[in-house]
């Protein structure tokens, strides 16, 4: 199998990044559960600290709506990997860029990265792995020899619809797992989410936060 690269939607994201960071064998399957689950052989007892009075709790990570997100991403990433991997020897990269190029055909490298949330070496690299599959093309435009399009080939267009299938047969099993009359809301509650945090993303961590008087960071 292809060594375990970086899940991910389509959405502008650091490498710490979407739809997932890169998973070895041993890792993120542990996405399937709780970080907080004991495992064989803890010696901790059932003894929690208290919290100092005043002070704010803790983060708690497997109840944190990023990470929450991030592990039903990583799961699914993981599925599709395990089907693209083997069959088609497909990196996680080269599938996120195959699927954008697959999309919208003639994109530039740069564009690639805003859309795939990848940088621009991962994306360099990964298109140069498709085009050594025989999946992807780039042909310099003529008016700008330095604008140099991507697109799929026949072969690579083939694979596109193929995982297009699979993706769409996941979508509708975790959509039917949302009760009908939930649906619309749900889907208003992930437009609400992208928004905000497209514009979290757009103000920075530092308007997140202030130094008082003392220097100490705090919330902003």
Known sequence: MAAREKPGGYSQETEAQSVAPERTDGENRAGNGRLGDV???????????????????????????????????????????????????????????????????????????????????????????LRDLGFAQRSTARRDRRY???????AGHAVFLDLSRLASRIEAILIDSIPADQRAAFEAVLDTLDGASAALEARGWQALVHKDRNGETTDA
């Open 148 to 154: 140099a399009a991507v697109t799929l080939t026949e």
């Open 39 to 129: 495992q064989a052989g803890d010696d901790r007892t059932d003894d929690k600290p208290v919290a100092d009075s005043g002070q704010e709790a803790p983060l708690q990570l497997d109840r944190w709506l990023p990470y929450r997100l991030f592990r039903i991403s990583v799961r699914v990433a993981n599925l599709l990997e395990d089907h693209y991997g083997p069959r088609f020897g497909l990196t996680r990269p080269a599938w996120r860029v195959l699927s954008v190029v697959g999309e919208t055909p003639g994109l530039s490298a740069g564009q690639i990265a805003r859309a795939a949330g990848l940088d621009a070496f991962s994306v360099s690299r990964a298109v140069a792995h």
